[in-house]
């Protein structure tokens, strides 16, 4: 790890945005005030990142700048999958943003706030790894896995793929575990990094690093976006009780398979265009 490095000046421009957006949930001055998600989730990317260089010596934006732009690419282009779900399951809707009158200032707006979500989540799990939280942690014994089990687990996702669009207010937690299940078997196939196959290699570090990052992540989107004017609001079939923001308590358990989806999409589409394995930040 290299020795007496000083916090990156990017670190200090995120902690300013973050406090400045912080500032104006009370001011709300425009466009400021509407323009809030992509300004303070990349403040918090920055921050996130420099705090990772001081402990590590490396990071995305340090020693992986293509793989992080590439980041912001590929999260506007994976929500909107999951908006695309939602057209069947309404479980979210976004209100506030009658001050874009421009559809295309508004599709803009949505593509830029939409691409910080995967930068985001994968710098929280490399900070979470960088402090050896869940380095020692393994499973006893390690399970053989079979190309029927894989196969069995792509069809359940599969099915879980497409039964939000038919009965969606029964089956509407699926569309946080279809992904997942679908690619991350095939990422196994492929020799990629998978949740299979850190769970076949019995360490732990990887899986509980991402659970954490997605309940980290939930809790600040959450957050933030409940003093938010241009923001999400939920519509949750049976468990819309006893919310936490804008969120149904239950709700944030959806961010524990998220994360998993996001790690198996992302190792998917990257495998796609790079088929050498590099486990993000090493």
């Not at 918090?44 to 732009?69: E, P, T």
């Not at 896995?145 to 939000?164: E, N, Q």
């Amino acid at each position: 790890m290299t020795k007496n490095f000083k916090f990156k000046t990017y670190g200090i421009v995120g902690i300013i945005l973050i406090f400045l957006v912080e500032l104006n949930f009370f001011f709300k001055i425009q466009p400021f005030a509407n323009w809030y998600f992509p300004i303070i989730w990349l403040g918090y990317i920055l921050v996130i990142d420099a705090i990772v260089y001081k402990l590590k010596g490396k990071s995305f934006i340090n020693n992986h700048i293509l793989q992080f732009i590439g980041l912001f690419v590929l999260s506007s282009l994976f929500w909107y999958v999951f908006e695309f779900l939602n057209f069947f399951v309404q479980n979210w809707e976004y209100i506030g943003l009658a001050s874009f009158d421009n559809e295309r200032l508004l599709v803009f707006f949505k593509l830029i706030a939409f691409s910080t979500v995967l930068p985001a989540f994968f710098e929280t799990t490399e900070l979470i790894r960088a402090i050896h939280l869940f380095d020692k942690i393994k499973l006893k014994k390690s399970h053989k896995i079979s190309k029927t089990f894989l196969y069995s687990l792509i069809m359940a996702g599969i099915i879980c793929f497409f039964l939000p669009m038919f009965f969606p207010i029964y089956t509407f937690p699926l569309i946080w575990l279809s992904f997942f299940l679908i690619l991350d078997p095939i990422n196994y196939l492929n020799k990629q990094p998978s949740i299979i196959g850190h769970l076949k290699d019995r360490k732990l570090v990887v899986p509980l690093s991402l659970l954490l990052a997605g309940i980290i992540m939930g809790f600040f989107w959450e957050f933030w976006n409940f003093w938010a004017i241009s923001k999400w609001i939920y519509h949750i079939p049976f468990v819309g009780f006893l919310k936490i923001f804008e969120m149904p308590i239950l709700g944030f358990l959806g961010y524990l398979p998220f994360a998993f989806e996001l790690y198996a999409m992302y190792w998917f589409v990257r495998s796609l265009f790079i088929h050498k394995e590099v486990l993000l930040v090493k």
